[in-house]
């Protein structure tokens, strides 16, 4: 069984998802998956140079996410552009790491699960939930980033809204870590026995 869990940007999937590897569970993070399809050396990089310049480079010839960030979440079709060249990638790297899980279950964790084929990886989801101005307060002590930049990643993200709508599991992440602790166990005493 694949257990999708998703989130607005600061909603606190991270904090979840570390929860079940702690119980034991395998964990495959779209981003991380992200990061090794544009590694250096790899064709995804090698055409993002192409397009942006070297400037989009750090010295260690490794992607300057952040400047790519700023590009993508600025100009549509540059977003529209990466996410061509990218999410075949990301999703061979995805099943891959899947067929290799050895736990009860698995977690497919993404930002956008539910805006790309990958949801059809997964058996059911789990929607990671906070209101709109905790998202923004997190994201903006955590990453360092402008409010006006985290504004414009929520915007590009599917609605909080349209995301709840399409969860089979919703968790009410604002409150404190000690109820996050509950709540993924409850969730994780459910999995295995759909797992079973």
């Known amino acids: 069984m694949i257990v999708g869990v998703t989130g607005g940007i600061g909603s606190g999937k991270s904090a979840v998802t570390s929860r079940f ?64 060249l990218t999410h075949p990638l990301i999703g061979q790297e995805i099943r891959d790491q899947l067929a290799a899980a050895t736990s009860p279950y698995a977690i497919l964790a993404s930002p956008l699960l539910l805006e790309t084929q990958q949801k059809d990886l997964t058996d059911l989801i789990v929607v990671v939930d906070v209101p709109e101005d905790i998202q923004l307060s997190r994201t ?43 709540i993924v166990e409850q969730l994780h005493a459910q999995f295995l026995a759909q797992s079973a």
Do not use: C, Y
């Open 21 to 84: 590897e702690a119980l034991g569970i395998t964990v495959v993070d779209a981003d991380i998956a992200a990061r090794v399809v544009v590694e250096p050396g790899g064709a995804a990089l090698e055409a993002i140079a192409q397009r942006h310049g070297e400037a989009i480079l750090l010295p260690d010839g490794s992607l300057d996410r952040a400047a790519l960030r700023k590009i993508v979440f600025a100009d549509e079709a540059e977003r529209h552009w990466l996410e061509a």
């Open 140 to 182: 903006v002590a955590r990453d360092n980033n402008d409010e006006a930049q985290v504004k414009r990643i929520m915007a590009a993200q599917m609605s909080r809204e349209e995301r709840v709508g399409k969860a089979d599991i919703v968790i009410d992440n604002s409150k404190s870590l000690n109820a996050l602790d509950g």
